[in-house]
């Protein structure tokens, strides 16, 4: 029987940067918190959680651009959306999310777009054909 994944850490630099920024774009709920140290919002069926990081990640990290980065990011967070697609996209970039162009695979039914979060997470938006 498989273990379910219930919640995924990301360890940040600030972590109320990072939860502003997925609660303003992603409407996640805040489920825990402990100031500045800790977050957790609620997902779905999954957890995301928001963890400083220690100093000496929090002073080289701080040195490095955003899309150095998302270069050399080892993870993409994925959403799920019914709403138009170009739209989402259009209000992420007005709002000065970097944001890349719609893409789409032979054989597979969504449309997606990539983005980095403010501290050079990649995420992406997905609409079902």
Do not use: C
């Not at 850490?9 to 992603?26: G, P, S, T």
């Amino acid at each position: 029987m498989p273990l379910p994944m219930t919640r995924i850490i990301l360890y940040v630099r600030d972590v109320a940067l990072l939860k502003a920024f997925y609660q303003r774009h992603f409407a996640l709920p805040v489920v825990e918190e402990i100031d500045s140290e800790w977050a957790v919002l609620d997902a779905g069926a999954i957890e995301l959680a928001l963890h400083r990081a220690g100093p000496a990640f929090r002073h080289a990290a701080a040195s490095s651009s955003t899309n150095a980065s998302a270069a050399t990011s080892n993870v993409k967070l994925v959403f799920t959306i019914d709403a138009d697609i170009d739209t989402y996209r259009d209000r992420l970039a007005r709002d000065g999310v970097t944001v890349r162009d719609l893409k789409r695979y032979d054989g597979f039914p969504y449309r997606m777009v990539d983005g980095i979060d403010p501290e050079g997470n990649v995420f992406q938006v997905m609409q079902p054909d």
